[in-house]
């Protein structure tokens, strides 16, 4: 009994030693190993709700920008995640009801970074606008 190969796996031989050639051994190279990262740390920013939700609107006011210039939304929706970190302590302590409206905002304002989305950079800066007018008047 004689055995023929056919001329599709005939074909396949020399691809399949190819793979199992390039599954070479890894090697280390020691001099290429980098040191550890130096701890980074964060700090809040400081101030009354008052001092610090007009900055936290401007910030919100540039994000849909940053947003549609693929640039620099992340680093600013941290930027209002810290503000709201801030004064999230004297706005529940004052104005408990105004709490979940500004989470709202902050969420929208990460999701807006995180999936590109400028019209919600914009809905989220129409709300701000709003809510601190309402908590300073």
């Not at 090697?27 to 400081?46: G, K, V």
């Not at 008052?50 to 640039?71: F, I, T, Y």
């Not at 995180?114 to 709003?130: I, T």
Request: proline share 7%.
């Amino acid at each position: 009994m004689s055995h023929r190969i056919s001329p599709a796996l005939a074909a396949l031989v020399p691809v399949a030693v190819a793979l199992v050639g390039a599954c070479s051994p890894t090697t280390y190279d020691e001099s290429l190993a980098t040191q550890p990262a130096a701890a980074t740390t964060s700090t809040l920013p400081t101030g009354t709700a008052a001092e610090l939700l007009p900055p936290m609107l401007d910030e919100v006011a540039g994000l849909s920008a940053k947003v549609s210039a693929g640039e620099g939304a992340g680093a600013a929706a941290s930027r209002i995640e810290q503000y709201w970190a801030a004064i999230e302590g004297e706005v529940t302590a004052t104005h408990p009801e105004m709490v979940e409206d500004f989470e709202f905002v902050v969420s929208r304002c990460r999701s807006a970074a995180d999936f590109d989305r400028p019209a919600d950079a914009d809905r989220a800066y129409r709300n701000l606008e709003s809510l601190v007018d309402a908590y300073l008047d």
